[in-house]
């Protein structure tokens, strides 16, 4: 297998590339990636996220604006695991033409699939594609930026 390309990373393999910690770490496993181009996660149970108690009761399902963090944190890691990106954040910038397709319900894993489409030196775009089974969840396009992370806020795990 060659540098740029990687077959499974676990949470704490990810933890490694990106800040998200706790509750705020949706994915579980990327379970392919090529550096700088796309990412492949999965979250494997959409019903261990504890948020889904109250949305909806009697009907849980997770919020869209959280599969679009799935994704945006999927394309993170492809992007933030570039050597020259190690020890930066990327902050969402912009979203465009997403659509919400099907409910992500619990006792389901979701497939989480980051293409980037555009990469510079500090700002990129990509397109999010999020399924169960045979049905699409959601896609859509997204934007961000590559910044230093602020020392200041920077906990000593993430330094």
Sequence with gaps: MSA??????GRAEIEAII?????SLL???IIEVEWGKRGVGRILDVGSIS???GHFPGFPVMPGA???EALAEVGA???LGLPQNRGKIAM???LEGWKFRKPALPGRAVLLEGNIT???SNYGRGHGRATSGDDLLAEGDLSFAIIPLPQELATPALR
């Design 4 to 9: 740029d390309h990687q077959q499974y990373l």
């Design 77 to 79: 890691v492809a992007v």
């Design 92 to 94: 969402l910038t912009g």
């Design 27 to 29: 994915i579980d496993e």
């Design 118 to 120: 555009n990469l510079r």
């Design 51 to 53: 948020y889904l108690e």
């Design 19 to 23: 800040p998200h910690r706790g509750s």
């Design 66 to 68: 959280f599969l679009v």
